[in-house]
């Protein structure tokens, strides 16, 4: 009789422990859906402020590699016409 309430005693603790610890699981599978989500917002937003760091370098340094060229083609169409100029006025 011993034997038979302390199986049946065993059976029952064995089977009140069992959802305490499926909710525990569940609980730590959440957490790890929660923890990956927030990483990817946070490399998201991190990805983003980079992009938008070197769109903005790029575009400046476009600005500024048009600007010089500008002035380059500005000075050689000087030269070039100060050189035609010194040409037709020596003949």
Known sequence: MKTT???IALLMG???AM???QNSVGQDVKNAGNASKDAVKD???KTGHAVKKGTTKSTQA???GATKSTEAVKKGTHKAADAVADK???Q
């Open 43 to 45: 490399g998201a937003e």
């Open 62 to 64: 476009v600005k500024k």
């Open 88 to 90: 037709t006025s020596t």
């Open 14 to 16: 064995g089977a009140v």
């Open 19 to 21: 959802p305490a610890f």
């Open 5 to 7: 309430i302390l199986s």
